[in-house]
């Protein structure tokens, strides 16, 4: 048996609907999928992330590793008056939902609240990451298809009436 991107979807929609299950692990083949919120993971003993983390064997698994920020984007300076969007998750920054596509975004750019900014991939699954804010993206600090690490500035703001 395999897991699918549809069917991991389909287990994180049923714990975000869930009233009573805050932390789910599961085992298929090679792969363990652990989710919930930051408190239950955490107190599972597993990294406290907003997002599913999912692992496999290190011969199995495909795709960039998390690897460390560099000191650059991770610690990029971020006025006050700006919004630092950072990533949720280790993986692959994409700038683009496709690479014959345009961006979702560029340097200059005003953005609505809600609007996709990039996608993180991580273990197969893209992850869409929106705006928290309307404004002007001041900054993209990641290259296309570079990865990123968790809670590594990938975008700055600069919000609306700032």
């Known amino acids: 048996m395999s897991l699918t991107h549809k069917d991991v979807r389909e287990i994180l929609d049923l714990l975000d609907r869930s009233e009573h299950c805050d932390f789910v692990e599961f085992t298929v083949g090679d792969v363990t999928v652990r989710a919930g919120s930051e408190t239950a993971v955490a107190a599972q003993g597993q990294p406290a992330t907003p997002a599913a983390v999912a692992t496999a064997p290190a011969q199995t698994a495909s795709g960039p590793a998390a690897t460390p920020a560099s000191a650059s984007t991770a610690d990029a300076v971020v006025p006050d008056n700006m ?3 950072r990533s949720p998750m280790g993986g692959a920054f994409y700038a683009a939902p496709s690479p014959e596509d345009p961006p979702f ?3 200059g750019d005003m953005v609505a609240e809600g609007e996709t900014l990039c996608l993180v991939e991580a273990m197969k699954l893209f992850n869409t990451i929106k705006a928290p804010v309307a404004g ?8 296309n298809g570079k990865p990123v690490a ?3 500035v990938m975008i700055i703001i600069e919000p609306e009436g700032a």
Do not use: G, M, S, Y
């Not at 002007?136 to 290259?143: A, L, N, P, Q, S």
């Open 150 to 152: 968790l809670e590594e």
């Open 83 to 85: 919004v630092a969007i």
């Open 136 to 143: 002007r993206v001041h900054k993209i600090c990641v290259e």
């Open 105 to 107: 975004v560029t340097e």
